[in-house]
Nanobody, 121 residues
Framework: VQLQASGGGLVQPGGSLRLSCAASGRTISRYNMGWFRQAPGKERQFVAGITGRGNNVYYADSVKGRFIISRDNAKNTVSLQMNSLKPEDTAVYYC???????????????WGQGTQVTVSS
């Protein structure tokens, strides 16, 4: 499965952005989907995940209550609504697909190319 993330950009602190991940090659309905992010000089870290049918979601503590992950299997897309953005949310955001729900990078076998999110005044 090929993944393409989009929707990044520059936003002021307190603002919102919506990231999208479009999949092609095969349906994503059998995959758990995740969003990760990587800031300069730091490890790639888990942000949010959603199970195949969308009935379970899970978040990193740092984004809980601010970010919302969702999916539309009919459109083969996954989204990440990011609200109340902070400068520390600045990173390249990646979408990923895996066969098991997990917060760990190794559980995801397919990755998109990343989209830059910059939170700055």
């Amino acid at each position: 499965v090929q993944l393409q993330a989009s929707g990044g950009g520059l936003v002021q602190p307190g603002g919102s952005l919506r990231l999208s991940c479009a999949a092609s090659g095969r349906t994503i309905s059998r995959y758990n989907m995740g969003w990760f992010r990587q800031a300069p000089g730091k490890e790639r870290q888990f942000v949010a995940g959603i199970t195949g049918r969308g009935n379970n979601v899970y978040y990193a503590d740092s984004v809980k209550g601010r970010f919302i992950i969702s999916r539309d299997n009919a459109k083969n897309t996954v989204s990440l609504q990011m609200n109340s953005l902070k400068p520390e949310d600045t990173a390249v955001y990646y979408c990923a697909a895996g066969l098991s729900p997990s917060t760990m990078r190794y559980a995801y076998g397919y990755w998109g190319q990343g989209t830059q999110v910059t939170v700055s005044s």
